[in-house]
């Protein structure tokens, strides 16, 4: 194993205890509303998806030496994903009236995440054709949650109505555009083993994982 | 050679009887526990093809160990989960949900320890104690993870599609990593059949089943 190779294991390993701890602690905030908070459970949703992911990948190597390019383990992040595309339509769902009629005139501004979403899983599929279902399998949510991200953003920040969530939208945003720098470093990686700006995505995309929980905090906070 | 379809027979007969002489809540029970059976004798056939034609492709220079490994948890989850989604579009009542989806659960548990215990002996009491504690309880904990899930949206509109789909995204990773323990060796395997333990001790621990009520708090 070499450093690169050792650093991406040990970020493996504290990505799922991170995703752990966040699982729990989401789960309790939850637990801790009367009536129970949607969105905190569906966090914890979202990190144990990621944990089992973290798991999934760690096992195979350790089990079968290396990891499978496509698994059950690609499916817990997809699961992973749609938690939180089910959680931003819960939470337009609390839009007041006048909201939802502002809202409107965002939906538009709004397709520019899932186009640029697009635009990188083109070029995912142009560089490393073999592995095709791989790639549409993560670009499906990952497109639809790019385009509600965005358009709860702006709604939030740039409309008249409440702005508590738009830190949590914000977090999302940021969480998907490492994601889609870490498969384009992970597809270019592909021929070539592991590199430095895959290790920095990586490492990003378990912090900005982690921002998630606090933004969700921050807003419900609020 | 084992004829699962001989085993489902014995199994689900008297169940099925049962289920036309009682009522309510128990009759629901019972045509759940047989719906689980089914499940579990409709998947062995499934996954056997599945893999097979995964296999037959070249997916991943898998071998057909691995490809039985990959595709086996998706298919069981959801075969465990179509009874529970035809339940649901007739409207219950979110805690029946729950009920069911373990009443699925349960079944298939059941039906997969005979199927076991018959091809590989009864004579080995650890055997069947293990497999009871591991395999079966994952069922359980995995139809248990779901049923509350689905109950927790239950109601919520088009909230209740995107929920199913990543339970069950989840509750197949979680099958595929107990999976993965149980076809390790040593210390790995002994984690895997403690895995499904903890979680329902966890699940026990943390049971407070969703209320009527959800709402996502914003302000």
């Not at chain 1, 991170?18 to 990190?47: H, M, N, T, V």
């Not at chain 1, 021929?191 to 807003?219: H, M, N, R």
């Not at chain 2, 289920?19 to 056939?45: D, I, M, N, P, Q």
Request: a neutral charge; proline letters at 3%.
């Amino acid at each position: 194993m070499d450093t690169l190779e050792t650093l991406d294991f040990i970020s493996y390993i504290v990505g799922g205890v991170l995703a752990a701890a966040w699982g729990i602690l989401s789960f309790w905030r939850a637990r801790g509303e009367k009536d129970g908070s949607l969105l905190f459970y569906l966090l914890s949703g979202f990190y144990a998806c990621v944990l089992m992911c973290d798991i999934y990948y760690l096992l195979t190597w350790v089990v079968e030496d290396y990891p499978f390019v496509l698994s059950p383990g690609d499916l817990s992040w997809v699961g992973g994903l749609s938690f939180l595309i089910t959680a931003a339509l819960g939470l337009a769902d609390q839009w007041t009236p006048g909201q939802r009629e502002a809202a409107k005139k965002y939906r538009l501004p709004a397709l520019a995440a899932p186009a640029v979403c697009i635009a990188f899983n083109i070029a995912y599929i142009t560089i490393y054709p073999e592995i095709i279902v791989n790639y549409l399998l993560y670009a499906v949510p990952t497109v639809i949650l790019s385009y509600f991200a965005l358009w709860l953003f702006l709604t939030e920040h740039m409309g008249s109505a409440r702005h508590n969530m738009r830190i949590y939208h914000l977090a999302v945003l940021i969480w998907l555009t490492v994601q889609l720098f870490y498969d384009l470093f992970s597809t270019l990686g592909m021929d070539y083993g592991y590199a430095v700006p895959f290790e920095i995505c990586s490492w990003l995309l378990t912090l900005t994982t982690a921002t998630i929980y606090f933004a969700a905090k921050k807003g419900a906070g609020a | 050679m084992i004829y699962l379809e001989d085993i489902f027979v014995c199994l689900a007969v008297p169940l099925i009887i049962a289920a036309c002489l009682l009522k309510g809540e128990t009759r629901r029970f019972l045509v759940f526990f047989s719906l689980g059976l089914l499940a579990c004798l409709l998947s062995a056939h499934i996954n056997s093809t599945l893999a097979a034609a995964v296999f037959n492709n070249g997916c991943a220079s898998l071998t057909m160990r691995q490809a039985m490994a990959q595709v086996t948890p998706i298919c069981e989850e959801v075969m465990k989960t179509l009874p529970v989604f035809f339940f649901m579009a007739r409207g219950p009542k979110r805690e029946n949900i729950i009920a069911a989806s373990l009443a699925v659960g349960l079944g298939f548990a059941t039906f997969e320890n005979c199927w076991y215990i018959i091809e590989y002996g009864s004579a080995d009491f650890l055997y069947a104690l293990t497999r009871s504690f591991s395999a079966g309880l994952t069922h359980a904990v995995c139809a248990a993870i779901l049923g509350w899930g689905l109950a927790l949206t239950y109601g919520c509109g088009r909230l209740a599609v995107p929920c199913a789909f990543a339970l069950l995204c989840a509750t197949s990773t979680f099958h595929a990593i107990y999976n993965l323990f149980a076809a390790a060796d040593g210390a790995w395997r002994i984690a895997g059949y403690i895995l499904p333990v903890i979680t329902a001790g966890a699940i026990l621990f943390f049971s407070k089943w969703p209320g009527k009520e959800t709402d996502v708090k914003q302000e």
